[in-house]
């Protein structure tokens, strides 16, 4: 089931660069409604559920409608991504409501060169990765 917004939340990500949801959304369906500045699914049953757009929103506006099986009709699982961990919020169909946190990463935001250890780039006719350089290419 597709993720659905709630418009009263949505500010359009107003002074961002980008709507955020838009600019994560795997299968580019969020988009933004520029005249109203509220965000949509363009193609809900285009939606896997995957939930990045639901943790990317600034403003916990967007709300994916979870498939009976995993989420009985009443009941709710919600996600809050911040720097350090994820907090999901998971309402039961008698309304006792948990909440789970898990640590997402040990190292502080931005800490982390990907690049630091590797070689600079080679040239694009060499068929070796960037990382394969140094060895020698197989002989067929
Ligand atoms: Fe896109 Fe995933 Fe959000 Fe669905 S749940 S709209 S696939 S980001
Ligand atoms: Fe609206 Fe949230 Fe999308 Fe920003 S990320 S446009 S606040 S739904």
Excluded at 18 to 40: E, N, Q, S, W
Excluded at 63 to 86: F, K, S, W
């Amino acid at each position: 089931m597709p993720t659905f917004v709630h418009t009263e939340k949505c500010d359009g990500c107003t002074g961002r660069d980008v709507a955020a949801c838009a600019y994560i959304c795997p299968t580019d369906l969020m988009a933004l409604d520029t005249g109203r500045m509220k965000a949509f699914n363009q193609e809900p049953e285009q939606c896997w559920e995957c939930q990045c757009c639901v943790k990317a929103c600034p403003r916990q506006a967007i709300e994916v409608r979870a498939y009976q099986d995993v989420v009985p009709m009443g009941g709710a699982t919600i996600p809050l991504r911040t720097d350090q961990a994820i907090v999901w919020t998971i309402k039961f169909r008698d309304g006792e409501v948990k909440r789970f946190e898990f640590p997402v990463r040990t190292t502080p935001v931005g800490s982390i060169d990907p690049y630091a250890d590797k070689p600079a780039p080679g040239s694009l006719d060499d068929e070796r990765l960037f990382t394969e350089a140094g060895q020698s290419l197989p002989t067929i």
